[in-house]
């Protein structure tokens, strides 16, 4: 059945930390986002994940980024360890070398719950745990493609509901399609529509944020996420929400760059939990 997405269901979506919580309890999650040429995709994702609510963030993506992302955030750690979510591809080529394959390969096999942005798309095959492919319209035709199923961007933009929901059936994968209304679906067809967002978020480097928002939403949510796999379409919702009405309260009607859009988010968490 699909429903609109709404703001008391996105309030049940934040794990708020308790007075036994630790750093590892709350959730860590993993990044391997940016890359030489899109460095900063892997700022804002890191940032909105930060700003989003989690234990710890590993952001474990190459040396540029890396030093950019510690450069605006020195909470972020750069050595390896246990993650309980991943969020990869985002700023990231999928023509990638033998040895950086594996590696995702590896990551993959770990059965994390992940999400697979931009570059990482092509990863969805060899995906073993509880996923989420981020495409906008232009990203979902490949995925298809990939699994045999011609399209063009065209004709899912046309009915993006009908293709989100091809795509989560012939890749097993929770889909969350991005656009001006995005659509969550998974095995069982179209589960959310989501309508939070206003034009100007159609910014460069807004599905980054989103990237990072829902990837921290997955690391809070990891042992839940084993009992209950339907609730991967319900965290997906709720980070499209966060992020639509976070660039709504950036924006205040004026334009808004990415990064207003991931500073906005602990003012809308605030207001969903306490109601101010
Ligand atoms: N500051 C940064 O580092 C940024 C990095 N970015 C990264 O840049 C890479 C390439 O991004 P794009 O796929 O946007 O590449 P392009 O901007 O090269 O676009 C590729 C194709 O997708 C279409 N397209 C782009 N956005 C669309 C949308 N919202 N709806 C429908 N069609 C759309 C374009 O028209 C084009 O045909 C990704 O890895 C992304 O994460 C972008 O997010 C922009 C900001
Ligand atoms: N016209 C619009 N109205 C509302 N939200 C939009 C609109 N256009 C894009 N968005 C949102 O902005 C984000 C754009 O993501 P994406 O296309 O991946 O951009 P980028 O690659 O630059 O990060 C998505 O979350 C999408 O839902």
Do not use: C, N
């Amino acid at each position: 059945m699909t429903t609109l997405f709404s703001a008391v269901e996105a309030a049940g979506a934040i794990a708020v930390p308790s007075a036994d919580s630790d750093k590892y309890s709350r959730g860590v999650l993993g990044v391997v986002t940016g890359s030489e040429r899109y460095p900063g995709a892997a700022v804002l994702g890191v940032e909105a994940a930060s700003r989003t609510g989690v234990g710890m963030i590993r952001y474990l993506g190459p040396e540029r980024p890396a030093a950019m992302v510690l450069a605006r955030r020195p909470e972020a750690v750069t050595a390896d360890g246990r993650v309980q979510a991943w969020l990869l591809g985002s700023g990231t080529d999928p023509e990638r070398d033998d040895d950086e394959r594996a590696r995702l390969v590896g990551l993959l096999d770990q059965a994390l719950p992940t999400v697979l942005d931009a570059g990482s798309l092509d990863l969805f095959a060899q995906a073993k745990g509880p996923t989420v492919l981020t495409p906008h319209f232009g990203e979902l035709v490949p995925v298809l493609s990939a699994v045999g199923v011609e399209t063009s961007k065209q004709a899912v933009a046309a009915d993006p509901a009908t293709w989100a929901a091809r795509a989560a059936a012939e890749t097993g994968a929770t889909v969350l399609l991005k656009g001006a209304t995005t659509v969550i679906a998974d095995a069982s067809g179209v589960r959310f529509l989501v309508r939070a967002g206003q034009p100007w978020l159609a910014t460069a480097g807004s599905g980054d944020v989103l990237g990072g928002v829902l990837g921290a939403l997955l690391a809070t949510h990891q042992p839940a996420l084993a009992e209950r796999p339907e609730l991967l379409a319900e965290l997906a919702a709720a980070a499209a929400w966060l992020h639509g009405e976070a660039g709504r309260t950036a924006s205040g009607g004026g334009p808004i760059q990415a990064l207003d859009v991931a500073e906005a988010l602990p003012a809308v968490i605030r207001r969903l939990l306490v109601g101010a």
